[in-house]
């Protein structure tokens, strides 16, 4: 599609349960990152994709978070056993590219995902 | 390391003022590149401009332009004769080729409120 999708929109989750979230990047684009927004205003980087392989995991909190890109469907990050302090927005960009200097490395966004955790 | 630093956390304007909103970057990387998201009250993020790190030219869209200065590390927005609807938390972000990998790292973003 033209626009990155991302489902649910809200999500309402018990502490410990688990929660999965949805993206699908613009057609073309070769690069899938996902982002959470805590606090309104701070971004923190988790996962990058290149097509189906992960790019770069350095910010995932790996021992409950995990992300997969499939071929023919949607990318999607899964929270295990949620907890308080994972309540925030997710939000899901991709690019054509890393770089280039012609505009194909511009992320575009997704509405986002609000996920809260009671 | 790589950082970005916008210094004004919220503004206050009235309808038709000019506002500049600044924003800092630290990087170390020689190729880098520097963009403004602007996110509404309804949360969404848009995308408003890109420059790259070999191009210092300013760039105007409407009311709005940009100031690039490499020798300060700046890039700076500024918003001419703002209106209501320009009212939302603007963010400034840096990627690097090398250092990020391609993964933007934000500021904490400046809240403009245009009051009519």
């Known amino acids: 599609g033209e626009e990155v999708a991302q489902t649910p929109k809200h999500l309402v989750r018990g502490e410990g349960q688990k929660a999965k979230l949805y993206c699908a990047p613009i057609?073309?684009?070769?690069?899938v990152f996902w982002y959470q927004q805590v606090l309104k205003n701070e971004f923190k980087f988790l996962i990058s994709?290149?097509?189906?392989?992960?790019?770069?995991e350095t910010g995932m909190p790996k021992e409950r978070f995990s992300a997969k890109c499939l071929p023919n469907s949607p990318c999607s990050l899964e929270i295990q056993a949620t907890k308080l302090e994972d309540s925030a927005v997710y939000f899901c960009?991709?690019?054509?590219?890393?770089?280039?200097?012609?505009?194909?490395?511009?992320?575009?966004f997704g509405p986002g995902t609000r996920l809260l955790v009671l | 390391a790589q950082k970005v630093t916008q210094a004004q956390t919220e503004i206050s304007v009235v309808e038709k003022e000019d506002v500049t909103l600044d924003c800092v970057y630290e990087?170390?990387?020689?190729?880098?590149?520097l963009f403004w998201y602007k996110q509404p009250p309804s949360g969404e993020l848009v995308f408003l401009i890109r420059r790259n790190s070999f191009d210092e030219q300013n760039e105007i869209s409407g009311r709005y332009s940009w100031n690039f200065q490499k020798s300060t590390s700046s890039f700076n927005f500024t918003i001419t004769a703002s209106q209501v609807v320009d009212s939302a938390v603007y963010f400034c972000?840096?990627?690097?080729?090398?250092?990020?990998?391609?993964?933007?790292?934000f500021g904490k973003g400046t809240k403009l409120s245009v009051k009519p």
């Open positions: 990087t170390r990387d020689t190729t880098y590149y």
């Open positions: 972000a840096l990627s690097e080729v090398g250092g990020s990998q391609g993964n933007l790292i």
């Open positions: 994709f290149q097509n189906e392989n992960v790019f770069d």
């Open positions: 960009a991709s690019s054509q590219l890393l770089a280039g200097g012609t505009g194909q490395e511009t992320q575009y």
């Open positions: 057609k073309g684009h070769s690069y």
